[in-house]
DNA sequence: GCGGACTGCTTACCT
DNA sequence: ACAGGTAAGCAGTCCGCG
């Protein structure tokens, strides 16, 4: 099973036990995990200054604990709140009606005393008199079967878990610069360099309200990024039958060997001594410099593990919460480890160190932001160690010939080894840049490392703006206080089951089209946020005199009296990434600093790409519709106003999505008025983004070729390059392509035509003849859900799985199914079953129809013309 | 009972 | 578990046709 399929296994059973328990989902995302650390760094009066890796709750101290990452010392120092801190909620029930009508919460065990507290409710635009009901344990707030918040009609900033409720009360910026100082904990000031001060102040001129936020962001992009010791493990266990993965739960069999790989050098391999097994040669992939070793008793490998994991401020895995440290955790447990020896700390969504950090980086790369960072956002399927490290590294896992316990002691190591090297080189590669990114990520979301590497793009904007309420003393509101006020749409989505209008897309005219400029709109839909003043408080604000504040085209109105504070805070990263961040990434000469820069810049484009998205996602806490189409129905106004500028210049506009605009053979004159007049009345950037030789469109929208200056080809959405097409065709495809880019001017083009023809009817000729192998002919696509689950069709590539299980191939979700077409009763067959002279070639015929179809479309030709009158086998010459 | 028009489902893409 | 819009292929249904 696939580690992705494996992990939604495990979902799966964890939530039907759950179901049977009878808890709410809401109970479990909000629940406070109270673990016991059992195992204490050291807790020193003073530090030199060290980073903040990590808040949690220590249950056994009944404390919010920080972890302190020493870069010096390389040690991790721990930090217990001596405030007094405690968890509570707040309510609208007074102190008096508590006392008499609410005895179950004065009474309640972990009861500790109420405050009246004054707080500002932005959905109302008032100040608000509150009750604070503090406790004595976080899971008396909430998560325990009787929990206060339970208990009382209406609750606020009860879901908040506790260690990030610390985080905001203190203000505490997880990966920024902390000491301390006698006894306590004490944030290091951070030089920022004066040029870009005051840069960023001229940008800001006569603005107070970004003038005061930008003193304090601008520490967290320009502090240093310390290089952080880490660990990487990898283990492998005994398994009795190939292709079955042993369940962690049980911990049945033994560990027999653990890869150790770490980034200040260390290179070991522990191998549990089995009878029979042989040492074997050592392969030579296996560097010289790692240290095998053997161990006669499983406890005492685990022994040393252990010690290893207690060394190090961070210890990477991959999936090792789902299975590594799980397994350790639990056969430890079988071999009779109490639980103080185990560095382990179980908790509900994830494994935690009692010392260090653990990072899960299954969990980090699976998250859809950081895909779309590190892979330009393709490739679904990269999920595994394998395809991962590919794509970054180029470097994949050791192939196994034989099963895994039929290894010799070398060949076990050397696999096992890969393993965590590649692991550690995740985060290493490329001058630390993963690594580095995480803490650029952590200061912004000011989420800890645990939470940041395993939570999606809309749970760090959460965490951020719940931040920032906190500190202007914002009531943060509950997601039905929003939607009671703020739920209505008024556009009409195109889309069925979709909730509000998106963009616009301009239908392009088939043809080629030389000398053509792509302009786009730099952060359209967070310009607009910004500009508009959008945020769920100020639209459709509670003040009459702002009613006739209309959005353009909309009933909704926004605000006057007060500035959004997602639109203050998208406007932030927007205008530090487009006017600051961006160009010093460019520009700076310092290598160290001009790395920092370009991370900076790059974290900040995942928090501004995601930042509209949110506001129209119901599980985001701040969902608010109107938000969410006001941002498009802006962005349409946008698109389309400045094309009909365009068209009154003179320019000819002849493609569009969204926020770009394909000008044809445009004057430069003309373009830089364009751009003015947009700046000017739209208040919105419109750029330069790409500048074309020619642009070859099929006719269809999303679906079009261009040609760079240099020649090289920029394919959008063609059949020939989606990743499930067959081999020959997207070979054929790229071949035609490479005539493509060879074109230079308009009398090219003919001859570029007859080549093409040629080269679309020797790949139907070699169709015809079989000449193309299985595999090549394989539509590649994946399953996304159990095969259960497809009830209502069943698509060609689910009817393949199921005779691929019928054949006793196990398929899971998320494998992509190899199959071809062929003639009878399916139509189907997975590659694996199927024989080269069963093939339908007809239906290959009409898929090479369609790929190239859509650019013949373009190049003024009809596919079937081409393909036309030559059907006859060796009819057509390929001299003639 | 059959075939074409139509709708809906599924996957992969674009911004 | 950020959004909506588009293309393509296929499965399944409806409807008209003596």
Redesign the pocket.
Known sequence: MSPRALEEYRFRERDEIEEEEGLE?EFREEEEEVAEVHIRAEVPTSTPPCILLSVTYDGKAGKALCKLYDPSSGKIYFWYDNTGHKPYLLTNVPPEELVKRYRNVIMHKGFDHIEVVKKYDPLHDREVVVTKVIAKDPLSIGGAKESIREMLPKTWESKIKYHLCYIYDRQLIPGMFYRIENGNLVKVPIEVPSDVKEKVYKLYEGDPEYQKLVDEWLELFQAPVPNIRRVAIDIEVFSPAPNKLPNPKDAHYEVIAVAIASNDGVKRVLLLERPGVEMGEKPPELPEDVKIEFYRSERELLREVFKVMLEYPVVLTFNGDAFDLQYLYNRALKLGFTREEIPIIPRRNYMDLAIGIHVDLYKFF????IQ?YAFG?????VKTLDAIAQALLNVGKITLEKHITELTYMELANYCFRDAWLTLQLTTFNNDLVMKLIVLLMRISKLPMEDLTR?????WIKNMLYFEHRKRNYLIPEKEDILSMKSVITTK?????????????I?PPPGIFFNVIVS?FASLYPSLIKKWNLSYETVRCPHEECKSNTLPGLPHWVCRKRRGISSLLIGLLRDLRVEVYKKLAKMEKDPVMKMQYDVVQNAMKVFI??????F?????PLYCPPV?EAT?ALGRIAISKTIAKAQELGLTVIYG????LFIWNPDPEKLKQLFEWVEEALGVDLDVDKEYRYVAF?G?????LGIYRDGKVD?????G????TPEFLKTAFAEALNILSSVNDINDLSKAKTEIIESIRSCRRKLERGEIPLDQLAF??????PLS???????????AAKQLKIFGIEVAPGD?IHYV?VRGK???KPVQLARIDEIDKE?YI??I???F??LLEALGMKVDEVLKGVTTLFSYSSTS
């Open positions: 989902e699976s998250n859809r932001a779309a956002g393709r490739y679904q399927e939570s999606a793009v809309s749970a989505a195109i889309i069925k089951g979709k909730k509000y209008m998106g963009a616009i897309v239908e786009d790409n995601a930042s509209y998205g949110v129209g996602a119901e599980t985001f969410a498009t999505d969204t926020d770009s099929s269809k929208k999303k679906n079009y394919i959008k959405g063609m059949v390059k989606k990743r499930n590649k696509v994946m399953l996304s859900k689950e497809y009830k209502r069709t069943t698509p060609p590539h689910v009817k992509i077409k399916d139509g189907v239906k009409s898929h129809e369609t790929t179809g859509q």
